[in-house]
């Protein structure tokens, strides 16, 4: 009769040491899938900042090239300005910008 007892508790202690097992490996899956998508997030993440720090390069090359051609222009307008004999503080004055502005502008030219 002992040993009937002794049986029905392996019995049920095993029955738990399964339970508590599945729970655990459960649990285990449910943390390596969470795992996997966080980093399927990170890469993605990854992914879309350096398409991004590529766009935003290409787009300041852009504007630099169209500041350039601006500033050339604005240049050329200014040294026209000189040409026809007007100084450089009514050059300045007439365009409402800095006198340093426009000997800068000369000096570059």
């Keep these: 009769m002992t040993e009937a007892r002794n049986s029905a ?3 049920t202690a095993r029955a738990r040491a ?4 599945a729970e655990f490996r459960a649990k285990q899956d449910k943390l390596e899938q969470l795992a996997t998508d966080y980093f399927v997030a990170a890469d993605s993440l ?5 398409a991004t720090h590529k766009e935003v390069a290409a787009v300041h090359d852009r504007a630099a090239k169209q500041s350039l051609v601006v500033r050339q222009r604005a240049a050329t307008a200014i040294a026209s300005m000189l040409e026809l004999g007007t100084s450089r503080s009514e050059v300045a004055d007439r365009l409402g910008v ?12």
Aim: charged share 45%.
């Design 9 to 11: 508790k392996q019995s």
């Design 18 to 21: 399964r339970e508590k097992a």
């Design 46 to 50: 990854e992914g879309i900042e350096t």
């Design 98 to 109: 800095a006198l340093r502005e426009v000997k800068k502008t000369q000096e570059s030219s």
